[in-house]
Each structure stands twice: as C-alpha cells, then as structure tokens.
C-alpha cells in the first residue's frame, strides 16, 4: 500500500510518494495541505512502485488546487507515462469567445469582414446550385447514380401525403379571404363579387403561396434533417468515399420530386380555396349557388392558372435547395441538425416572398 509523506521546510511542502499506489484513497490528503499553507509543493515520486489512475486522480486534483491557491507546484522524479498522462489531463482546450474576440475592430473592418463573409456565403451557394443543377440534369437523362426507389419514395412524401395538410390549409385561407372581402363589398352590395375575388387571387398567387409555406415547413425541413441526420452518422463521407456523389445521390432525386409536385399540390390548393369560398358566399352571404359559381367561372382566367402553376414550380427549386443546402452543411452533431433545419425554413420562406416580388414585377412589366 502506498503512502505520502509531507515535510514543510521554508514555505516549501514536499508530497514524498511511497510504495505501491493502487485503487489508492487519501481523503485527507488536502486537509492537511491547507493546514500547512504552503507556498510551495513539490511532489517526489522517487520511490513510486505500482501505480494505477487512482495516483493520477490524486495527482491531477492536487495540481488544480494548486493553480486555484496560486501555489507552484513541482512533479520530480514521476513515471515517464504518469507525466504523460499527467499533462494530457491538464491542457486546457483553447476557447475563443466574444470576450477573447477583438473588440477594438474600426468601422471599415466590420464592413469589409462582413462583405468578405456575403461574398464567401454567396460564392458557396452558387456552387451548391450549379451541382445540383448538373445532377439533376443528369438524373433526368437516367445517367446518375441515384435510384429510383428513393426518388419514388421522396415524392410519395413530397405529393400524396401532403394532400391532407394543403387541403385543410387551403381551404381555411380561402373562406378566410372570402369574410375579408365580404367586409368591404357588402358596403357597395357586391357581395357576389367576392367569388371573383376568392377565385382570381387563389389561382394567381395565394394557392401557390400557401403551398410553398407548407412544404417549406414540412418538406424542406424534412430533407435537411435528414440529410442532416446522414452527416452526422458520417453517411456522406462514406458515400464520398465509395466515389458516388452526394448530389446525385441525396439531392437530384429530392429535387426533382418536389419540383414535379409542386405544380399538382398547387393547382389541388387552388380547388380548395374557391371551395372554401364558396362555402363562406353560399352559406354566409346568401348567395345563390347558381350564381356564385358563375362569377367564379367567369373569372377564371388560364393566364392567372399558369401564372400559378410557375410559381409552384419555381417554389418546388427554393424549397428542395434550401432543404438540401442546410442538411448537406450542416454540422455534425444533434445541435447543428436541429439549427440547419430551422435555418432551411426561414430560408425557404424569406427566398419563397423574394421569388414572388420578383415574379410579380417582371409579370406587371410584361402584362401577364
């Protein structure tokens, strides 16, 4: 059994390690250090036997006590591989955070820091895009890698199981649209015209809409957290390593079954928000059916339907590579999946209503 002996000479406590030091116990150990309140501790590990972690356990709590009662401390004569151990379990991992960051940075350097981090940002996405790009391509002339099982199985996830939720949404936004116009129009009594209103702004650009916000929220985020979960797995690096491409493999067959969804969800939105419409001018406002079909057939429109229908498409790329982006960047722990699929939805979301300004301009320039 081992022992430690303590000599105080001069301020200076020496530790003197004796015998055989295994599943090694001394709880009282610090107490009489702290009665000796020494400036100095050496520890002599000359006469060390055997040794297990329980040495080291000791050695490692008396080197912290020393560092918090600013005490220097000496190891002499110590077992090559304790020293070894020893020092591995006191490095202290570098940690940067905003207190150790520079905080006397001028104005032009923010600015520039931040312009260099837009530009990195962009340059990545762009490259991200122009892969995809290719690998769908590729997958639509069937020279990719990827299978059609996991294509069938996306858009079994990205269209038919989907219905449900578009529906119900759709619905809801339409007889929502209905009592809104309904509150104005009734002043004039043109409370029929909310059938034109309900049918022209759903298939022009709500249906879509509502669509896209959807699948933003169910599908987009489902596909960076699971392209997240395989990052995390290290999936992908063992796709990379067998030679397939990730984007051939995980993202050309998500893409392409959202972007073919997308038009479909979008034009089953676009019925029920004029059924939800109706529902509200029928049984609401006392309009006949006869009627208020019929203003709604008359404002149909098959400029407003593909006008629809595009952004429904454009809405199945933003969603599929904002989804797709996040899940393949992400960082490989649970934390990052969850923070890549939030980022992947508000992405999705914010890139949906530029999407739409910009269409809606470019539309009203050209007069469609």
């Not at 702290?34 to 297990?52: H, Q, R």
């Not at 993202?251 to 928000?273: C, K, N, Q």
Request: net charge neutral.
């Amino acid at each position: 059994m081992g022992d430690i002996i303590l000599t105080l000479q001069d301020k200076t406590l020496t530790l003197t390690l004796k015998g055989n030091f295994i599943d090694f116990e001394d709880g009282k150990l610090y107490q009489n250090i702290a009665g000796y309140l020494p400036e100095n501790i050496i520890i002599n590990g000359l006469e060390i036997n055997k040794w297990d972690s329980s040495l080291l356990l000791i050695l490692f709590n008396l080197n912290k006590y020393a560092n918090e009662n600013n005490i220097k401390i000496e190891n002499l004569y110590m077992p090559q591989g304790l020293i070894k151990m020893l020092k591995l379990a006191l490095v202290v991992p570098e940690h940067i955070n905003r207190e150790t960051m520079p905080a006397n940075e001028s104005i032009l350097e923010k600015i520039g820091g931040f312009g260099l981090n837009v530009w990195q940002n962009t340059l990545k996405g762009t490259i991200f895009m122009m892969t995809c790009f290719k690998s769908l391509w590729l997958f639509i002339r069937r020279k990719s890698s990827a299978r059609k099982t996991d294509f069938l199985f996306a858009f079994e996830e990205c269209g038919p199981n989907a219905m449900s939720i578009v529906a119900l949404i759709s619905f809801m936004v339409g007889l929502i649209l209905a009592f809104v116009g309904a509150i104005q129009l009734k002043n004039f009594g043109a409370q029929v015209f909310v059938a034109d209103l309900v049918t022209i702004g759903t298939i022009r650009i709500m249906g879509a809409i509502m669509v896209g916000i959807i699948m933003a929220g169910r599908t987009g985020a489902s596909f960076a957290a699971t392209i997240g979960s395989m990052q995390v797995n290290e999936e992908i690096d063992a796709l990379k390593t067998m030679g397939i491409s990730w984007a051939e493999f995980l993202v050309a067959p998500r893409m392409a079954s959202l972007v073919i969804a997308m038009p479909f969800l979008t034009m089953w939105a676009d019925f029920f928000g004029i059924s939800g419409g109706a529902f509200v001018g029928i049984l609401a406002l006392d309009i006949p059916a006869t009627e208020y079909f019929n203003h709604a057939f008359n404002a149909w429109s098959m400029k407003n339907f593909w006008v629809g229908i595009f952004h429904g498409f454009i809405f199945g790329f933003i969603i599929s590579l904002c989804g797709c982006y996040y899940g393949i960047n992400s960082s490989k722990n649970a934390d990052g999946v969850g923070i890549a699929t939030t980022k992947a939805v508000v992405s999705s979301v914010v890139w949906l209503i530029v999407a739409t300004g910009i269409i809606t301009f470019v539309f009203e320039r050209l007069g469609i």
